[in-house]
């Protein structure tokens, strides 16, 4: 592998782990989540 895929794997990976909590919180807004407790049953099912 040589240096320049190594930078695009740890840039595409940076970018999904950014990016997760504004694709998640659709889902949390979906069951109206009004705090921590409840936004963690959320992801439960």
Do not use: D, E, W
Request: proline content about 2%; overall charge positive; some cysteine.
């Amino acid at each position: 592998m040589s240096f320049y895929s190594l930078l695009v794997l740890i840039h595409v990976i940076a970018a999904v782990v950014g990016l997760g909590a504004s694709f998640g919180m659709p889902v949390v807004a979906k069951y109206n989540a009004k705090s921590v407790s409840n936004a963690k049953l959320c992801f439960k099912n």
